[in-house]
Structure formats: structure tokens, C-alpha cells
């Protein structure tokens, strides 16, 4: 079983609230990523961070925020949600960065009405 | 985020057949690859991975080939079965900003259907 954990697993939120999605994982690893999928799509980093208060943007730009307070929990949040936000966001955790790859969680799917 | 929108490319193959999933990587100096599978609605999960330092590595009904020369992976599939269905991806590890352990980065992603 996945040991990196997502909530919530679907949002329906409407234009201009705020929302945080949660992403934790028990493996004590110090990297974790943010990826933002729409389906059928590729995965594009957009936060990663490579230990407690490491915070770097990814490759796609996001107008996402991430903090890393706790090696734990890696939350992302948007200050104002719009109908461009709608997409899948994936978690992921490594020990080793890229080498032996990453562990995802199983995705917040968030719909911006 | 402004994504490219980028539609995968599909597969399709009879049961029982056996699949060639490939994927084009972009930096030479990639030292580790690794093979993806995302079911619909789920996280992409482990399959099989390969070092820079091997050309082929099996596992179980699966095998990965690497071809250094051309920057070349794929994705063997033996005797393919519906729960193969899924998307899959290729991803390599590249040092880069001098990080000591590298960032993955994704290939585009193949989706493979099978059918009974």
C-alpha cells in the first residue's frame, strides 16, 4: 500500500476560494514533488522541495504556493482558485531524488467552477 | 499553469499479445531510467527501472532496453493482459544544479489498451 497519502481525493470548489491540498507521507523521505497532470496529458513538476523549509519551483510555471514545515507534509495551496487551476496535482517522495525513483500518491483531482 | 497540451500517443493490442512501449529520452549524461504505469484515476506506479550502465533488464513479464547510443528506452510486455491497460511512462534521473541526487523527468506517456 501507498505510504504517501492525498487529500482530499476530489474538489469541487468554486472561483476565488482559497484551497490547500494535503500530501503526506510516513517514509521520513526528504524530497518531495508537486506535479500537475490534466488527463490524458504529461506530468509537469511545478514545486519540489529537498528537505524542511527547501521550497524551489518546478519546470511548468504554477501560481501554487508550497510550504515544508515538517519533513512529512508537503502542503500546496492556491490563494485564489480559477477555472485554469482544474487539473490533477500529484505528490511524489524520494530518499535519493531521482535515483530509485519517486513513490506517488494517488492525486487530488480539482474542478474550479 | 500554462501547459503545452500535449496529447499522448496510443497503443493498442490484443490479449495475450506482446507490447513494445517506446520512449525517446533527451540528456546524455541521465545515469538511471525508470518505467511508469498510471491507472485511470490512480498515482503512476513502479514497473521496472534500468542504471545507465546496463542495456536490458527483465522482470516479470516485463522487460526494459536501453539504448545509450540513439538515447533509446522501451518497454517489452509479455503476453499482455486488460489489466495492462494504463498509461505509461519513461522517466530519467539527471544531475543537475548541483544536487547531488538528480530530478526525475517524464517522457510523454503512451496509452496502452487492451482488448479481450
Known amino acids: 500500500e501507498a505510504d504517501i497519502y492525498q487529500t482530499p481525493r476530489y474538489l469541487v470548489i468554486g472561483t476565488g476560494k482559497k484551497i490547500t491540498l494535503e500530501c503526506s507521507q510516513t517514509?521520513?523521505?526528504?524530497?518531495m514533488y508537486w506535479y500537475q497532470q490534466d488527463p490524458g496529458m504529461e506530468l509537469h513538476l511545478i514545486h519540489y522541495?529537498?528537505?524542511?523549509?527547501?521550497?524551489e519551483k518546478g519546470d511548468l510555471s504554477s501560481e501554487s504556493t508550497v510550504s515544508r514545515i515538517r519533513t512529512e507534509h508537503f502542503p500546496l495551496t492556491l490563494e485564489s482558485a480559477r477555472p485554469s487551476h482544474t487539473s490533477q496535482y500529484l505528490c511524489?517522495?524520494?530518499?535519493?531524488?531521482?535515483?530509485?525513483?519517486?513513490?506517488f500518491g494517488s492525486g487530488t483531482r480539482l474542478t474550479v467552477v | 499553469g500554462e501547459s503545452v497540451g500535449l496529447h499522448l500517443p496510443t497503443l493498442s493490442v490484443q490479449e495475450g499479445d506482446n507490447s513494445i512501449i517506446n520512449c525517446a529520452y533527451s540528456?546524455?549524461?541521465?545515469?538511471?531510467f525508470i518505467w511508469y504505469k498510471q491507472e485511470s484515476g490512480k498515482g503512476p506506479q513502479f514497473i521496472i527501472d534500468?542504471?545507465?550502465?546496463?542495456d536490458k533488464r527483465q522482470g516479470q513479464r516485463v522487460t526494459v532496453l536501453l539504448n545509450k547510443t540513439v538515447k533509446h528506452l522501451s518497454l517489452q510486455i509479455a503476453a499482455t493482459q486488460p489489466g495492462d491497460s494504463a498509461v505509461y511512462f519513461c522517466?530519467?534521473?539527471?544531475?543537475?544544479?548541483?544536487?547531488?541526487?538528480?530530478?526525475?523527468?517524464f517522457g510523454q506517456g503512451t496509452i496502452l489498451t487492451v482488448h479481450p
Open positions: 511524489a517522495s524520494s530518499e535519493y531524488g531521482g535515483f530509485y525513483g519517486y513513490t
Open positions: 517514509m521520513g523521505h526528504d524530497k
Open positions: 522541495s529537498y528537505g524542511v523549509n527547501s521550497t
Open positions: 540528456n546524455s549524461a541521465s545515469d538511471y
Open positions: 534500468i542504471r545507465s550502465n546496463m
Open positions: 522517466a530519467e534521473n539527471a544531475h543537475a544544479g548541483g544536487t547531488s541526487y538528480g530530478k526525475l523527468t
